[in-house]
């Protein structure tokens, strides 16, 4: 069908002209589209269904109107075979929309969202999207189920593995350059994809660290922790929300209207469509919130969730709801809406196909560089006895061991449908070009991260003794994380730490360089290892990446987005907690107490006997391959007035013989407040570079907003009092500066 017929189709009003429709503009197509639609196809608007191919029960239902999207449709011919159905052969010609979960990259695979944020630098996480957009909107996939901007602070719920880590603001600025990165700049040129802030809301708070779990969230903490991130996505413009599987303090979000509603769409003006999550309309039947299908349908259109994923709630009973006046036809119309207006704001009525002439952009060469450097700038150093990096000088012959070693499929991590195994460069490949196949000696050890059976710790043991170097490539394969892969021991899994046992009696210096998808209990194996390395999957380039930063070639600058427990028990473990009236001090731990100690005898502070306080490796830490030193912070001012701001600057040096770059942590704390505050909280970052001897100011803009806090459901408020900011290298270190608020600067309501 040419243009013009399919503007005879359209009417006049959705005519197809230049991309670039003003928003009243699409506003009027899409009331003179609705206008023009019988219920069943406004129901098929909001059906969206899982591509099967061509086949002869999904042409039916594109042809019939009867499917609003497909999502998991990958291959282009079949894409437009079902688009030249849907446009030319449905009575209104509505296209439809291709989705996927394209969460890290499609084909060229880019860190786990935890290792992006480890990186702490937007401007790679937006470049990584935009890849993405690029390689999976060439199949013809235009709405990616990303970024997930759930805050994390549980590393046994798999699913911390798609999240930006523990923190509100650095979740907020990474899901922002997500956002940006998918969408580009015009959402309706054909190589960008519809971003989705998920998963609406609290999903990261499963009780327990257990996927699916209850969340009981206090609208207080769910406003300061949980909803920021998402509130950053929608004033960024992300075009759809998805809502998640949790019930939250009782109601599963899906059916969730306070969320849906009152919060996403009243208070914070979204204009874009909310999709449910897999299913989870008819999981309000398990969850005891739905009586059946046909209630979890009304109670869906109720909370406003505009699409049906799957759950076949819409199709199966909504005409009937609206036929008995149970559900409005005009409530129908409100959702048809939203599906609609992003079908126009992508420009698929203008561009419904995929240009086959140009499908498949897949692995650039400057695609592959910049994953690469995603994992040069997300691995972090947290130990270093001076066995990194490589010394060309005394090693000659490297024993390369360990499961992840050579593990093309597990070093991609989750939630990565599109990959290709045989793309991946692995640690081995990688070494093996850069120090000579004859100087290295491979002997894993252990064939996978699960495994318990030790046959193979001879022939490491072997190499070991042999080499000047032993690298132990440790860690998780990538299905020991992501949707409903949770785990309670937060150790190095199989028979991993035993090897690393072994290997340290050879005498000869270990570097553990582990890949996970997951923070975990590294203690006593960092204790061992010479050297640690932690590289949350870093998918296709991890080997040149390790290579490039175990060498020496380039220096380490990643940072940790989460707390790094001592022991397993210790989750879930975040730096911004509250001080308690028994902050930890004076700590007796568990082999210090005497035998038949009264019951006070360890000072009755907070902490565990086992694992004492705090984090092995706290937020924000990580090493380089030379020193930072930072000033004192100094400040503009010492007060802070209503609608004023101060500044806060501080020296960073280079101290070492060699270019680095460091991640500058801007931290503030309230000291006194009606409702007790956390012990710090970031609120700004800067990742600065610096040749040896080099010294920067870096300096921040500190504004009420900034200090603002929620203390009731409804009321944000800067209270007046004293204040200490930092400018510090990691969340546990570093001296304050003092101000205070004088008055109370007013700040906007429902950030
Ligand atoms: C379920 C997951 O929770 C969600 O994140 C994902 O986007 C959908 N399935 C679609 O695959």
Same mark, same amino acid.
């Given at each position: ?56 029960? &999904? ?88 970024? &997930? ?391 296709? &380039? ?44 004076? &700590? ?14 360890? /000072? ?9 306080? /705090? ?137």
């Amino acid at each position: 069908m040419n243009k013009n017929i399919i503007t005879a189709v359209l009417g006049v009003c959705c005519a197809v002209t230049a991309a670039g429709r003003t928003e009243a503009e699409i506003d009027s197509c899409v009331n003179d589209l609705l206008g023009r639609m019988t219920l069943a196809e406004k129901v098929g608007q909001l059906n969206q269904r899982s591509g099967f191919g061509y086949a002869d029960e &999904m042409v039916g239902l594109v042809r019939s109107g009867g499917v609003g999207s497909i999502l998991n449709e990958t291959d282009p011919e079949t894409v437009n075979k079902l688009q030249r159905d849907a446009v030319e052969k449905s009575r209104l010609g509505i296209p439809l929309v291709f989705a996927r979960d394209v969460v890290h990259g499609f084909k060229t695979i880019f860190p786990i969202p935890l290792g992006q944020a480890a990186s702490f630098n937007p401007a790679l996480v937006e470049e990584g999207a935009r890849i993405a957009a690029d390689e999976a909107s060439s199949v013809g996939i235009r709405w990616t189920f990303s970024p &997930m901007v759930d805050v994390s602070r549980d590393p046994r719920w798999g699913r911390i593995a798609e999240s930006f880590g523990e923190d509100t603001y650095l979740s907020s600025v990474l899901g922002v350059a997500m956002v940006k990165g998918y969408q580009g700049d015009d959402l309706t040129k054909p190589n960008t994809m519809a971003a989705c802030a998920k998963h609406f809301a609290g999903y990261g708070a499963s009780e327990s660290g257990r996927d699916y779990n209850t969340t009981w969230i206090p609208e207080i903490q769910l406003r300061e922790t949980y909803l920021p991130p998402f509130k950053a996505a929608s004033d960024a413009g992300a075009a759809t929300f998805m809502c998640s599987f949790n019930d939250i303090n009782g109601i599963p979000s899906s059916g969730n209207r306070h969320l849906l509603r009152d919060i996403l769409r009243d208070e914070w003006g979204f204009d874009g469509m909310v999709v449910s999550d897999w299913g989870s309309l008819d999981q309000m039947i398990p969850h005891g919130f739905s009586r059946d299908r046909r209630h979890a349908a009304m109670q869906g259109v109720n909370a406003g969730v505009d699409m049906d994923m799957e759950s076949y709630a819409y199709c199966a009973h909504l005409e009937d709801l609206v036929s008995k006046g149970e559900v409005s036809e005009a409530a129908v119309d409100s959702l048809v809406a939203n599906v609609l207006r992003l079908k126009y704001r992508l420009g698929l009525f203008e561009n419904p196909y995929v240009d086959i002439k140009t499908s498949k952009r897949f692995y650039a060469d400057a695609s592959l560089d910049a994953a690469r450097r995603a994992v040069e700038e997300s691995a972090i150093l947290l130990k270093n006895n001076g066995a990194l990096p490589i010394d060309n000088s005394k090693v000659r012959k490297i024993a390369v061991v360990g499961p992840m070693a050579d593990a093309r499929h597990d070093q991609v991590g989750t939630w990565v449908f599109d990959f290709e195994k045989e793309r991946s460069v692995t640690p081995l490949d990688a070494l093996k070009d850069m120090y000579g196949e004859k100087n290295i000696i491979y002997a894993p050890g252990l064939e996978y991260s699960r495994q318990n059976d030790t046959k193979g710790f001879a022939a490491a043991v072997k190499a070991a003794r042999e080499a000047d170097l032993v690298l132990c490539f440790g860690g998780e394969e990538a299905v020991l994380s992501g949707e409903a892969h949770c785990r309670v021991d937060l150790t190095l899994p199989g028979a991993q730490s035993a090897l690393l046992r072994e290997l340290k009696a050879t005498g000869k210096p270990v570097v553990l360089v582990v890949q996970a998808g997951r923070s975990l209990a590294l203690a006593d194996d960092a204790a061992l290892a010479d050297a640690t390395v932690f590289c949350f999957h870093g998918g296709t &380039m991890t080997g040149p990446a390790l290579a490039n930063l175990l060498s020496g070639e380039v220096n380490f600058s990643g940072r940790c987005p989460v707390s790094f427990p001592r022991m397993s028990g210790q989750v879930p473990i975040y730096y911004n907690r509250k001080n308690t009236g028994r902050p930890a001090a004076d &700590m007796t731990l568990i082999n210090d107490i005497p035998l038949e100690a009264g019951q006070t005898s360890t /000072g009755c502070t907070s902490y565990y006997l086992d694992a004492g306080d /705090g984090a092995l490796f706290p937020f924000g830490y990580g090493l380089s391959y030379t020193t930072f030193a930072y000033s004192d912070p100094v400040i503009s001012s010492s007060e802070i007035a209503p609608d004023g701001s101060l500044t806060v600057s501080c020296t960073v040096s280079n101290t070492g013989s060699r270019e680095g770059s460091d991640v500058a942590q801007l931290y503030v704390r309230d000291h006194i407040g009606s409702l007790v505050r956390p012990v710090r909280e970031l609120r700004g970052f800067e990742k600065v570079t610096l040749k040896p001897g080099e010294s920067r100011v870096v300096t921040f803009t500190l504004r009420p907003d900034d200090l603002a806090f929620y203390n009731t459901p409804t009321t944000r408020v800067v209270e007046p009092g004293e204040f200490s900011v930092w400018i510090s290298p990691d969340s546990q270190s570093g001296n304050p500066a003092k101000f205070n608020v004088v008055d109370q600067p007013s700040v906007a309501a429902n950030n």
